[in-house]
């Protein structure tokens, strides 16, 4: 569903991706890691083209993001995105931020909107959190909320960019708990994060980037039984035994 | 001198006066809102991605910046008859005028409170499917908006005071008026007395209405 051919991008003259290539199927949850500044989040940016590359493709549901004629609004508006800062809309309501791209982009009507935001805000645990505006919630209520936000444009694929960084340790798994059960729902995702424990339970494959390249692209039981690369062996050795 | 204080001038003097906070209200409600919208736009074209757009725009900032509003207000009570044919007279040469010159000052505001909502907010709105339009003006300008009302206030307060200006066209607001009265009746502490004392509680009670509104609006 998500393909990536030889895809580079530079800020000026700095070489932030290199030649990467992957592919992401229908259902399938794929995890990117790596060290930071390893170019993780820029490659899940370019897949709904919130950042531009210079080259290579990548096509979702078979559309090229790169072309100039593509109608970016509504390949987005098909693709779910959650990011590290949660980015909700300060100044609405948190019904209003789940309802405002809807009547905007899907163009549902008011009550309709506010329906399905009612469905997902008591999917994710957070009914009673309706009428409240973000900076009254906890980090983790924030990122649930964003969580039903991308779920209510009905995407048929969600991209997370560190979804728990930003988060305190207490509220990382009722954030995870969300994730796996859209996992196992079948929902197609791509997840830049840390958390093996999350990548262990539902990747079905791992991906380990550095210095802009995917140095490593394996199912999950390749990636934590034998990773090839000395690099992926020495970034897993650091960050799970500790 | 508090003994000769004449209360009875200040009420015989109302309506003048009256006639004279008229013009300093109409010209400043019409240069803010005007100022405003117009702002807007140029601070949108400064932040276009559009070369032409951005230049223009910098370069009308420039311009009005590096001029008194005085000399502003000169040029288009009497340059700009001469350049069209006719006159426009005081009250819409001053309008327009007004308007004009606060729209660089307030459109340097809104760049400023563009720029201090976070690239993330864009791109929040982008993901999910908004337009780069619906994203500034549903997204990006309230945030804006809502950071920038101090600094709105203390422009509206310079521009409430600096309506005076007008005299130099033979319009009467509220200063010119008090101290038309003020020469005619030789009743000068009266009236610069209670002209302070009107311009301190109108300036005043619009802080606390903005702190009222900010605060209501606090996010």
Redesign the interface.
């Known amino acids: 569903m998500i393909e990536l051919q030889n895809v580079s991008k530079w800020y000026g003259e700095f070489k932030v991706l290199t030649d990467c290539s992957t592919s992401v199927d229908k259902g399938d949850v794929v995890v990117i890691c790596g060290p930071s500044g390893s170019g993780k989040s820029t490659l899940i940016?370019c897949v709904?083209g919130?950042e531009p590359f210079q080259e290579g493709t990548i096509t979702v549901d078979g559309i090229s993001v790169g072309d100039k004629g593509t109608d970016?609004?509504?390949l987005?508006?098909?693709?779910?995105?959650v990011?590290q800062?949660f980015?909700?809309?300060?100044?609405m309501t948190v019904l209003q931020n789940i309802a405002?791209?809807q009547v905007?982009?899907?163009g549902r009507d008011q009550a309709a909107a506010e329906e399905r935001g009612l469905q997902l805000l008591e999917r994710v645990g957070l009914t009673e959190h309706a009428q409240k505006?973000p900076?009254q919630l906890s980090g983790g209520q924030q990122q649930r909320v964003a969580i039903a936000?991308?779920l209510a444009?009905d995407p048929i694929a969600m991209l997370f960019d560190e979804p728990t960084s930003a988060l305190d340790p207490e509220m990382i798994n009722e954030v995870l708990d969300v994730m796996v059960e859209l996992a196992q729902e079948g929902m197609t995702m791509m997840v830049v994060t840390h958390e093996m424990g999350f990548a262990r339970k539902v990747a079905d494959r791992v991906i380990f980037m550095d210095e802009g390249a995917i140095v490593e692209d394996a199912t999950k039981e390749d990636f934590f039984g034998t990773p090839r690369s000395d690099r992926a062996q020495l970034f897993l050795s650091k960050i799970l035994h500790h | 001198m508090i003994d000769n204080f004449d209360f009875q001038i200040i009420l015989a003097s109302l309506p003048i006066l009256m006639d004279g906070m008229g013009i300093t209200l109409l010209l400043t409600v019409i240069a803010i809102v005007g100022g405003i919208v117009f702002g807007t736009l140029l601070a949108l074209m400064r932040l276009s991605r559009f070369r032409v757009l951005s230049f223009i725009s910098g370069r009308y900032v420039d311009a009005f910046r590096a001029t008194p509003l005085i000399l502003v207000i000169f040029w288009f009570y009497f340059a700009v008859p001469i350049v069209i044919g006719r006159p426009i007279g005081g009250l819409y040469s001053v309008l327009i005028a007004f308007t004009l010159f606060e729209a660089a000052y307030y459109s340097e505001i809104i760049r400023a409170g563009i720029q201090s909502v976070t690239r993330s907010q864009i791109y929040a709105g982008l993901a999910l499917g908004l337009t780069q339009g619906q994203t500034m003006r549903h997204i990006i300008l309230p945030q804006a908006f809502r950071n920038m009302v101090p600094v709105l206030l203390t422009q509206a307060i310079v521009l409430f005071q600096d309506t005076s200006l007008v005299y130099v066209v033979g319009l009467k607001d509220f200063l010119t008026a008090a101290d038309l009265v003020a020469v005619r009746d030789n009743r000068v502490v009266e009236m610069y007395v209670t002209t302070a004392v009107v311009y301190f509680l109108i300036c005043i009670a619009g802080s606390i209405f903005v702190k009222k509104l900010q605060r209501q609006y606090s996010i």
Not at chain 1, 87 to 91: A, R, T, V
């Open positions: 940016k709904n919130l970016l609004p509504k987005r508006s098909r693709i779910g995105m990011f800062n980015e909700l809309f300060p100044h405002i791209a905007k982009v899907l505006h900076a936000r991308a444009m």
